[in-house]
């Protein structure tokens, strides 16, 4: 089965303050790791994706499949990235993503 | 812009009642999904299509249905609402591996 773990339900730092946010996942097969935003009273929205490798506002993921991990780093926190943060998990050959709790991420001036 | 739309922003509805929450997408997207948020439990997936007229049962499928009879849209059917389906429901659209798009969801309260 196919399980992810976002281990913390709220972050708090200050602004420039470097933010991690943990993500661990269970899965047999090849995986597709996903990180997901939603800001206050908007709809869910992509940030990045393992496979594209890219950097998304300033933030990174790296997959690690030996820890079976895809924590998702910024080096410095902006006011802006106050947010809920979802990480996802597929793989298989189907479009199905299993979702973490989400965890809440406050960044204060 | 690839868009997917959820057809009520709120809704506000009886015990008992049969709801209809409706879902579209302009992207031509084989797969498209329904999941329901709710804080502490993220989002847990109801039912998913991934082609017209076919549907997969997810985690949480008791109490709901679904209907796909065109690509473009995906209804979401709960037959006899209850107090416990009071929740946030977000339709999802993907394909490619690209990851989903997301409606921007319907807020339900069943009274």
């Known amino acids: 089965a196919q399980r992810v773990t976002q281990p913390e339900k709220l972050l708090s730092v200050f602004k420039g303050a470097p933010v991690e946010l943990k993500c661990n996942y269970s899965y047999s097969g090849s995986p597709e790791l996903f990180w997901y935003v939603q800001y206050s009273r908007q709809r869910l929205q992509l940030l990045l994706r393992?496979?594209s490798r890219e950097s998304i506002k300033g933030f990174t993921a790296d997959l690690n499949k030996g820890e079976t991990s895809f924590h998702l780093k910024k080096p410095f926190a902006q006011e802006e990235d106050s947010a809920m943060y979802y990480c996802a998990l597929g793989g298989g050959g189907s479009e199905k993503l299993v979702f973490g709790k989400g965890m809440k991420l406050t960044v204060n001036p | 812009d690839v868009k997917v739309t959820q057809s009520s922003r709120y809704l506000v509805k009886r015990t008992g009642e049969k709801v209809f929450l409706e879902c579209v997408q302009d992207m031509d997207h084989e797969n498209m999904f329904w999941y329901r948020q709710d804080p502490g439990l993220g989002l847990r997936l109801i039912y998913f299509s991934y082609d017209v007229k076919m549907k997969e049962k997810g985690d949480i499928p008791e109490g709901y249905s679904v209907s796909r009879e065109k690509k473009e849209r995906f209804s979401l059917i709960l037959e006899s609402a209850s107090t416990n389906q009071t929740s946030m429901y977000l339709c999802a659209s993907a394909t490619g591996g690209y990851g989903y798009t997301f409606g921007s969801g319907t807020r339900l309260t069943v009274v």
């Open positions: 393992h496979i």
